[in-house]
């Protein structure tokens, strides 16, 4: 469901001293050398981002021709153009205006058109073939596929001269404010616009401007959710209004422009600096010791890579099913949908959903395996050669949504605690703010600046001292070059593999250069060592040599770090994006011509340029999904399941506050400098994907800002409630108007901390309530009924019918039940718990769920429906749900340097994916719960090769 983050940047694009190494402090390398310990102490440490340049701005292009040409070719008002060509010749204003555009113009067009991967099918099947592959996504013809009533949000952003003219109508605008123009050191990190005085004057003067842009956009788009949204924020423009819509898109375009702004021009600044400290420290071991110039151009040439790939929606079982289809999966996902009448809630405010699903190939798959070498080769690969390196079962954290999980994978932080995400939804309520977050909409602007705050380091802020791109992922701020992920997600739903083929553009050339910087590695060592053989008293030989060598490694420090990188990251948000729209199991998700295949090219094509490149055998790959999807037949609505009924009986209004949309409706736009306040409500509500529907009350006996307990909740009064009234017991009432649609809710038994929780599941089973606890006291878990009964709500009893189960798993599985399970003061550990749960069809529930609440804002109550059925959606497919297809996420490894000969992962944390290659490259170990990780490393688990 991350596509939707898109929303805030949606709204805008449809508009619009040189550093000097420590020379004197150049240690000696030993005879081993550790190339990123050396990048990290005698490189790093010598680059200043000092924000004054001395380049040329004469020879900086754009477009292949000069910035001042570039801008004339613009469509701008010819005063501003003006004022633009004048500034120019300040270096100040010209280079980071310059290399903001080149982002945007070089990274963004000049690429192949059309969709690649449609032509690839075109190649490797026959016509016939194709045109019986055909979906709603896919036409053998060049006409337009099949459009459904959900497709209307594909409006996606175009990247044109009106886009950047835009750019630098906002650009010339704000070009007084940005204060580190007039500081020696570039920030760490981008100030966000406040509602101080001096911030609301620099809104107030672009927001006409904005505006005026926006209506004549308006005009000729198409009719469709975001133009309806555009139309609405218009109308706030010049109204003085809590919440101004006018506003908040103008400060959200604001701050993208100034962050985007400074982040690149930090990125020149590095690259330009990094390049003379690695220059300057050459030089110094070249006079004082050649041969340490060797080493480390030797340990350059054979140094660790690792590429991380985050795949949205990447379900393991579901991919192992497609590629061995003599596994159970295929036929059970089958027997779901034959069985989904079943799943009929039958209660009045339920319906069935719209979308009708095309699963005429996973249908065929239940009479006929199919076998064709062109679908899905990579991923048959992958499990034929690294099976033991793919974990059985991934685990997702709860609720299993992208917004949750996506940073969780990209940095290998938990959630909660200092330097943790902080963010445990796609929306939230952060009571010491009295601020509600959407992140589907503006607010998915906000995440990076959340997780900044609470001390989250990413990937790129660990490895800053090596070679690192980003590929259309978010938290990357200190990413060297980097491809932006809200414009990939506003763009690649109308241009298909928009992202995916600007990135292989740079990888390609990036193999290029590899090969050139190998070469001229290799020539650097040969003449190295040629120079320290001529004997001392050839002078004249020995300073020609000396000189040519000083010129050739000057030249080789400027490209030196702009092979193939170090480290990549990947994001693709696809197949979530489709299997949402179009249901997890159908044609455009999982036939030959659908989304699966699609991302299996893909992953081939980079897999290719790192062979061709010659770095392939030392590189570590990871891929990881943040959770997996399941369909959806019903759908149903809480609130007007439970409370709307409960305010019609109690004959007064309930306060309350929805803070996000349904499933398949378009983004919400929340004033930053503004926001609504949530004082004076009763509950909060806001549904995510279909699978979870979080409420947040506010009658805790302590305080407003504190999450009440189970037992304020069955005394709760609401605002309204006249004082002779009793009060309601609103667990009892979200239980028994729910029965039938409900999973389980999970709420606060007691308070939560890091240290200690205890929350209640309540769920009904066979027409009774069940009320089951969790308790965990540091390491130490337990689970038991409140009534005494055995617990039924996890299924743990249960096998999962979609996993082969052997008899010696039967046996472990008895084992451990009888000692967690035997009675109410059973305790186990995490690491059982997770055993014991492996073997259900709810990978790791139980951990996971006592884990939800040690974030305080994960909501007062979470509802979780039941399989087949989702909560506020009008799509067929869902996650955030407890269903074992939503929990299974991918993570596994491979590479030419890792064996298959280990036993397999049985089951894996997908958090563990930073951990791992972050290890592996840096050979430095990782501990779980120490300097920000929340996740083991797997490396230890890997069959690695000796190197």
């Not at 349904?662 to 909060?684: Q, R, W």
Request: aromatic share 10%; glycine share 6%; proline share 4%.
């Amino acid at each position: 469901m991350n596509y939707k983050l898109s929303g805030s940047i949606l709204a805008f694009v449809l508009t619009l001293s040189n550093a000097q190494a420590d020379i004197n402090q150049a240690p000696v390398i030993s005879a081993v050398i550790d190339y990123s310990d050396v990048l990290k102490k005698n490189i790093m440490d010598s680059v200043e981002m000092t924000s004054t340049v001395t380049r040329d701005i004469s020879i900086f292009t754009v477009a292949g021709v000069s910035l001042e040409a570039y801008i004339l070719t613009l469509p701008l008002d010819s005063e501003i153009k003006k004022r633009v060509v004048v500034q120019l010749a300040n270096p100040m204003y010209s280079i980071p205006l310059g290399y903001f555009l080149k982002m945007f113009r070089d990274r963004y067009t000049g690429v192949e058109q059309g969709d690649i991967f449609k032509k690839h099918l075109a190649g490797s099947y026959s016509e016939a073939q194709l045109r019986g592959f055909e979906h709603s996504l896919y036409s053998f013809d060049n006409k337009k596929a099949v459009k459904t009533e959900q497709d209307d949000h594909g409006q996606g952003l175009q990247f044109n001269r009106e886009l950047i003219a835009s750019m630098v109508v906002v650009y010339d605008a704000l070009i007084d404010i940005d204060k580190w123009r007039k500081e020696k050191y570039l920030p760490d990190n981008y100030d966000y616009l406040t509602n101080s005085e001096e911030d609301l004057k620099i809104v107030n003067k672009i927001q006409p401007i904005l505006m005026d842009v926006l209506g004549k956009a308006v005009e000729g788009m198409e009719e469709g959710d975001v133009k309806l949204s555009l139309e609405q924020i218009l109308l706030d423009n010049g109204v003085d209004k809590p919440n101004n819509k006018a506003q908040a898109l103008t400060v959200t375009l604001i701050d993208f422009v100034r962050l985007n702004v400074l982040k690149g021009y930090r990125q020149y600044i590095f690259k330009s600096r990094r390049a003379d400290a690695l220059n300057d420290w050459m030089h110094k071991l070249l006079t004082d010791n050649p041969q340490d110039v060797v080493k480390f151009l030797k340990a350059q040439q054979n140094r660790r890579l690792a590429v991380q790939i985050t795949v949205d929606g990447l379900q393991q079982g579901l991919v192992e099913g497609l590629v061995n289809q003599n596994l159970p999966f295929i036929s059970q996902a089958y027997q779901q949908h034959q069985n989904r009448l079943n799943f009929n809630p039958g209660s009045t405010a339920s319906s069935t959903i719209q979308s009708t699903q095309a699963l005429s190939f996973l249908t065929g798959l239940t009479s006929q395996h199919y076998q064709n070498d062109f679908y899905l080769p990579f991923f048959k690969r992958l499990y034929q050669n690294h099976q033991s390196s793919i974990a059985q079962q991934g685990i997702s954290s709860t609720p299993t949504i992208s917004v949750r999980n996506l940073p969780i994978i990209k940095t290998g932080a938990k959630v909660s605690g200092k330097q943790g995400t902080g963010i445990p939804n796609f929306h939230f309520v952060d009571r010491s703010q009295d601020r509600a977050y959407y992140f589907f909409g503006n607010d998915a602007l906000q995440l990076d600046k959340l997780t900044a705050d609470n001390g989250l380091l990413t990937m790129f802020d660990r490895l800053n001292h090596l070679s690192t791109l980003n590929c259309n992922a978010q938290y990357d701020w200190n990413a060297h070059v980097s491809y932006d992920a809200l414009l990939n997600l506003g763009a690649g739903e109308s241009q298909r593999d928009f992202g995916e083929k600007r990135c292989q553009r740079e990888l390609s050339e990036r193999a290029d250069t590899e090969i050139e910087l190998s070469a001229s590695r290799s020539l650097l060592i040969k003449l190295i060592n040629e120079y320290t053989a001529i004997p001392g008293w050839r002078l004249f030989s020995t300073h020609a040599k000396q000189k040519k060598i000083s010129r050739l490694l000057h030249s080789y420090s400027q490209q030196a770090f702009s092979g193939m990188p170090d480290y990549l990251l990947v994001y693709n948000p696809w197949l979530d994006h489709f299997s949402h729209f179009k249901g997890p199991f159908s044609n455009e998700v999982i036939s030959p011509t659908g989304e699966l295949n699609r991302l299996d090219y893909w992953l081939n094509e980079t897999e290719s340029l790192y062979k061709k490149a010659g770095v392939y055998k030392n590189t570590l790959w990871g891929m990881a999904g943040d959770h997996g999807l399941a369909p959806v037949y019903y759908v149903t609505d809480p609130q007007a399941e439970v409370l709307q009924l409960l305010q019609q009986e109690l004959g007064y209004t309930l306060k309350i506050k929805k803070i996000s949309s349904d499933e398949g409706e378009g983004p919400k736009i929340t004033n930053n400098l503004d926001a609504p306040s949530i004082k004076d409500t009763d509950i909060v509500i806001a549904s995510t994907a279909g699978g979870n529907f979080m409420m947040d009350f506010f009658n805790a006996q302590k305080s407003w800002s504190t999450q009440p307990v189970y037992q304020e909740l069955t005394n709760w009064r609401p605002i309204n409630a006249p004082k002779e009234n009793a009060p309601v017991d609103i667990i009892e009432r979200l239980s028994a108007g729910l029965a039938a649609s409900l999973d389980y809710m999970v709420l606060r038994e007691k308070p939560c901390s890091l240290d200690f929780c205890s929350v209640r599941l309540i769920g009904t089973r066979d027409g009774l309530r069940r009320d089951e606890i969790i308790e965990r006291q540091g390491g130490k878990i337990r689970h038991y009924s409140v009534n005494g009964s055995p617990v039924v709500l996890l299924n743990i009893y249960a096998g999962n019918p979609y996993l082969k189960t052997l008899s010696r798993q039967k046996m472990v599985k008895s084992r451990l039940i009888s000692k967690c399970l035997s009675s109410p003061s059973s305790w186990c550990s995490a690491s059982q718990w997770r055993e014991l749960m492996s073997y259900t069809a709810r990978p790791d529930a139980l951990n996971q769920l006592i884990a939800l609440y040690e974030e305080p804002r994960a909501g007062t109550i979470n509802l979780f429906p039941k399989q087949g059925i989702g909560f506020n959606t009008k799509v067929p497919g869902r996650h955030a749900g407890e269903s074992y297809l939503e929990k299974d996420a991918f993570i596994g490894f491979w590479g030419e340097l890792v064996n298959n000969r280990n036993k397999r992962l049985p089951y894996a944390e997908n958090g563990s994916l930073a951990p791992t290659l972050y290890q592996y490259l840096t050979g430095e170990p990782v501990q779980s719960g120490s300097n920000g990780w929340g996740y083991p490393s797997l490396l230890d688990k890997l069959d690695i090769k000796q190197q």
